[in-house]
């Protein structure tokens, strides 16, 4: 089993950053792709970006790239998402998410563990 842990929410000004952290743990990190995901109030959860398991390939949805970086750590089992130019529109619940697979996948139904969330807040 696999654990999943965000941090690095909180509140900004549009234009800001932010630079949320997912600490994994309970399995071996690197044999997982990684993915972000969000959830807006009343939306469906949708993708945000996904890195394969050694980084080799990164995946972004339209509405994040060039704003958005996801890296990650094998040796600290941890994953990353720099934001840069926040918007509004990016208010939502970040989940992080990790999938017994090599490669990277926007699907949710492709991802075996999940974390609990944290809250990104962008006033305009």
């Known amino acids: 089993q696999v654990q999943l842990v965000e941090s690095g929410g909180g509140l900004v000004e549009a234009g800001g950053s932010l630079r949320l952290s997912c600490a994994a743990s309970?399995?071996?990190?690197?044999?997982?792709?990684m993915g972000w995901f969000r959830q807006a109030p009343g939306k469906e959860r949708e993708f945000v970006a996904a890195?394969?398991?050694?980084?080799?390939?990164?995946y972004y949805a339209d509405f994040v790239k060039g704003r958005f970086t996801i890296s990650r750590n094998n040796a600290e089992n941890t994953v990353y998402l720099q934001m840069n130019s926040l918007k509004a529109e990016d208010t939502a619940v970040y989940y992080c998410?990790?999938?017994?697979?090599?490669?990277?996948?926007?699907?949710?139904?492709?991802?075996?563990?999940w974390g609990q969330g944290t809250q990104v807040t962008v006033s305009s």
């Open positions: 998410s990790a999938r017994w697979a090599a490669g990277v996948s926007v699907r949710t139904q492709d991802y075996d563990y």
């Open positions: 309970g399995g071996t990190f690197s044999n997982h792709g």
């Open positions: 890195v394969s398991r050694f980084a080799g390939s990164t």
